[in-house]
């Protein structure tokens, strides 16, 4: 396994700053967060040259781009040209970069509200989007996030089936999974297989109310419901079966840490980091 910090824990910083600190931290890579001040599809060539010079310095790897770009399964027309003209542009940028994957959005809404038309017109653009990643030797990684069509394991795999390109995956979020109240230990591993493109760490918990720093409110099959984003193992998304899961099937890929906790982002990053090394017995 190798492990990632996600930019956007330290959006707070430049992106060269986000690389210094993410080396500083002993990671093998930095997951970059494709919207401002890190990156965008507006970003400059010169400057995504940049980005890859100082990292290369560092000797840090850039696996993923975490694109914000789809939505496709409730943007119209227009909205989705849009999103995979920004695709495409990500996809130039991931090769100066280096970066295999690159996230895209499937779009909402909730799993369990869905519609059969959300998960055709939404697997149409990620059909698109899979023709010209291949033509780059790149991945697509759709993340299993609430209020999404890709919510759970098996409406992640539905979409999956109807896309029907094997250059598009998924993303093992087990703090999202929490909040959908989902299965997101060894089960959802195996069932994934290797439709398992890549994996997210953080911890979540539920609260009484909201409004705190770190709270939010999100929508579930339970209805309204509040969370608070908490260092690992603070949290009530217990990680070691997961960690369990990825050892037991030998997984070789990357691990993100991408804490939100109402923390500095440098002390949520080092403590997450530590954590995961203890469930591992690296520490």
């Avoid at 998924?170 to 591993?189: C, E």
């Avoid at 493109?197 to 705190?212: I, L, M, N, T, Y």
């Avoid at 990825?246 to 890929?253: A, P, V």
Wanted: charged residues 25%; proline residues 3%.
């Amino acid at each position: 396994m190798k492990f990632a910090a996600f930019s956007g824990v330290l959006i707070d910083h430049s992106i060269q700053e986000a690389l210094q600190l993410t080396k500083k931290l002993g990671f093998d890579g930095i997951e970059i967060a494709a919207r401002e001040p890190h990156l965008s599809a507006a970003t400059s060539a010169p400057r995504v040259k940049e980005i890859r010079t100082v990292a290369d310095g560092l000797g840090l790897d850039i696996p993923v781009i975490a694109g914000y770009m789809g939505g496709f399964s409730t943007a119209s027309d227009k909205e989705s040209e849009q999103a995979f003209s920004e695709f495409q542009r990500m996809l130039e940028m991931s090769e100066t970069l280096g970066a295999s994957m690159i996230r895209v959005g499937s779009g909402g809404p909730n799993a369990f509200l869905a519609e059969d038309y959300h998960y055709a017109k939404a697997a149409f653009w990620l059909r698109k989007c899979a023709a010209e990643a291949r033509k780059h030797d790149k991945r697509i990684v759709l993340e299993i996030h609430n209020v999404s069509l890709v919510e759970t394991v098996e409406s992640g795999l539905r979409l999956l089936d109807l896309v029907g390109e094997d250059n598009v995956g998924l993303i093992h979020d087990a703090g999202n999974m929490y909040i959908t109240d989902t299965d997101y230990g060894r089960d959802s591993v195996i069932a994934l297989g290797r439709k398992m493109f890549h994996v997210h760490v953080k911890d979540e918990k539920r609260v009484a109310e909201a409004g705190s720093p770190g709270t939010f409110v999100n929508r579930t099959k339970h209805g309204e419901e509040k969370f608070l984003q908490c260092r690992l193992g603070e949290g009530e998304a217990d990680h070691q079966p997961l960690f369990d899961a990825l050892k037991e099937t030998g997984y070789d890929g990357w691990v993100t840490l991408e804490c939100h906790a109402p923390f500095p982002a440098y002390e949520r990053l080092e403590h997450d980091f530590r954590k995961v090394k203890q469930m591992l017995g690296l520490a």
